[in-house]
């Protein structure tokens, strides 16, 4: 019985050898295989694409969120650039892909410069986005201010000011039910109406907040300088410029005539007058002085 146990000893041996070896063997491939399970940002390059990754856009937090913050967000730009054109096609791009629009634009063509100013609104989780975005064609940069406004409390205690309202409205319709006494219905009444030129008041800044909130204002302008060559006058130009001159010199001194008339009457008044006294002293008559009243002094 020994010899049988000594002899089957090392062949159990052998046997559990293989069974160990066996095992290790087939785990290798399922280990070598993991990586092929995960995803290509854990592991850089392994079966990766060229395609770019398009990142998620922040959504905007719900409406009464007691966390989140209600920020006014505007800005002005001006710009000078060197395509026009160019550069107002791609402003309407960049506006057209953070989702904005234009609600307002002036083009000004002066001989030195063309001008345009563009009011845009974007919603506010794109205003970022653009003033990073929007230095694209840009000869320079003239100023840029950019401006953010926290209304969050003005927003909740207005918001909270206009549920406090409602409840009350609420409660006076239900009392207004139930009372009988003509009295304390025109009192009712009055406080209704009251409450609700408040409410709707509240309800009008809220939505004017709202609005303001939601979408961020920008005002682009931008601008390309106008090198201004004058030609020369023909000829026709020159002799209506020349007529003009004469006519607007013979209004001037109408003018003048008239501002002097006091001055030329008085003058022609006295220069008749001057002759008419001459005339009469040279016709007043001579007295002859009798003989004898004249003494002659001799000696």
């Known amino acids: 019985m020994k010899r049988l146990q000594v002899k089957l000893l090392p062949t159990i041996m052998y046997v559990g ?3 160990l070896l066996a095992c290790s063997t087939a785990d290798k491939p399922a280990m070598e295989a993991a990586p092929e399970d995960q995803p290509s940002a854990t592991y ?7 395609a770019p990754v398009e990142q998620p856009v922040r959504s905007p937090q719900p409406y009464g969120d007691p966390k989140a913050k209600q920020v006014i967000k505007e800005a002005e730009v001006s710009f000078q650039v060197n395509d026009f054109i160019g550069a107002y ?3 309407l791009s960049l506006v057209g892909r953070c989702n904005g629009y234009i609600s307002r634009e002036d083009v000004i063509n002066s001989p030195h410069q063309l001008k345009n100013v563009l009011l845009v609104r974007v919603p506010g989780i794109w205003f970022d986005t653009l003033m990073y975005n929007l230095p694209v064609g840009i000869d320079s940069v003239d100023y840029m201010r950019i401006k953010a406004q926290d209304e969050t409390l003005h ?7 206009m549920q406090s309202k409602t409840l009350m409205i609420d409660k006076f319709e239900k009392l207004l039910q139930k009372t009988t006494d003509m009295e304390k219905i025109r009192e009712i009444e009055q406080q209704l109406q009251h409450l609700r030129q408040e ?6 800044t809220l939505s004017a907040l709202d609005d303001r909130i939601a979408y961020s204002t920008a005002k682009i302008i931008f601008y390309q300088p106008i090198r201004y ?3 020369p006058p ?3 130009e020159k002799a209506i410029t020349a007529f003009r001159v004469s006519w607007n010199a013979i209004l001037d001194v109408v003018v003048a005539i008239i501002y002097i008339w006091p001055l030329l009457l008085l003058l022609g008044l006295l220069t008749w007058r001057f002759k008419d006294l001459k005339a009469w002293i040279r016709k007043k008559p001579v007295v002859p002085i009798p003989e004898g009243t004249v003494k002659s002094v001799e000696g």
């Open 234 to 236: 023909t000829f026709p």
């Open 44 to 50: 850089p390059g392994y079966g990766a694409t060229d």
């Open 229 to 231: 060559v004058a030609l």
């Open 17 to 19: 050898l293989a069974i």
């Open 89 to 91: 096609r791609e402003i």
């Open 199 to 204: 409410k709707q008041q509240q309800q009008n």
């Open 155 to 161: 927003y909740y205690r207005t918001r909270a000011a």
